[in-house]
């Protein structure tokens, strides 16, 4: 099994580690750094290096408690010794796009008691649907300008470990329609300070300011009480 060190540490750019297992061109490791598909969050990508040779990571995968990379070419075998690489890029951006989301979930369900009902957390733009009645552009428009001040304040983002049943008695810690948090005994907080509560195991930046500004893109109806928004950070 991978132990996913991104998990107490977001902004590690380079990790070694050990090779477990092999198939084609699918890797496991030890330890790893790499953030895999998951929760409507994109994977990282990077490079894997031995000995001066350097693969590819072009995708990384959840299976089960494993984390899978997909690399570009064949090679690596069980026991090699490798460097991990992030695209820091694609990283440092997916960051900022997820703690995004979560200050507009929380902005959104405080003021509209709107939950989540699906995302997709991308590199070029995001988008979050939301169990809204009504669909009130101006309203909208204005919950994002309202995310933006609360931005500027620079609250800190804080990851932390809770026991499941003692996290669950936090007020508003779910805010997805149709999910609870996973069935294990501890669960992972990212907790925007003062602002926003939530179970959750993807990468966030260290403080607001470090998200920029949201920027709308565009706002779908997507039926009956569900109302889609796309938007950027720059």
Not at 58 to 81: A, C, M, P, S, T
Not at 90 to 97: A, D, G, P, Q, T
Request: hydrophobic share 40%; net charge neutral.
């Amino acid at each position: 099994m991978s132990e996913p060190i991104y998990l107490k540490d977001c902004n590690i750019k380079e990790f070694d580690a050990k090779v477990i297992f092999v198939e084609e061109n699918k890797v496991e490791l030890d330890r790893t750094a790499f953030y895999p598909r998951s929760g409507g969050v994109a994977h990282d990508t990077g490079y894997l290096i031995k000995n001066g040779k350097t693969y590819q990571v072009v995708e990384v995968l959840k299976e089960g408690n494993r984390i899978i990379h997909i690399l570009n070419e064949k090679g690596l075998q069980v026991n090699d010794l490798v460097h991990g690489v992030i695209n820091w890029e694609r990283r440092r951006m997916l960051m900022r796009m997820h703690t995004s989301a979560h200050l507009l979930s929380a902005i959104f369900y405080n003021k509209l008691g709107a939950k989540i009902t699906g995302n997709q957390i991308d590199f070029d733009k995001s988008r979050i649907d939301f169990s809204l009645e009504s669909f009130d552009r101006a309203l909208i428009e204005s919950l994002i300008e309202e995310a933006n001040r609360i931005i500027e304040k620079d609250a800190q983002i804080k990851i932390y470990f809770l026991k499941r049943e003692e996290a669950l008695k936090i007020p508003g810690l779910v805010k997805l329609a149709e999910a609870q948090p996973p069935d294990v005994e501890t669960l992972r907080i990212v907790e925007i300070e003062g602002i926003d509560i939530q179970a959750d195991g993807g990468c966030h930046v260290s403080r607001l300011k470090e998200i920029g500004k949201i920027v709308l893109l565009k706002l779908e109806n997507k039926g009956k009480a569900n109302r889609r928004i796309y938007y950027r950070v720059e």
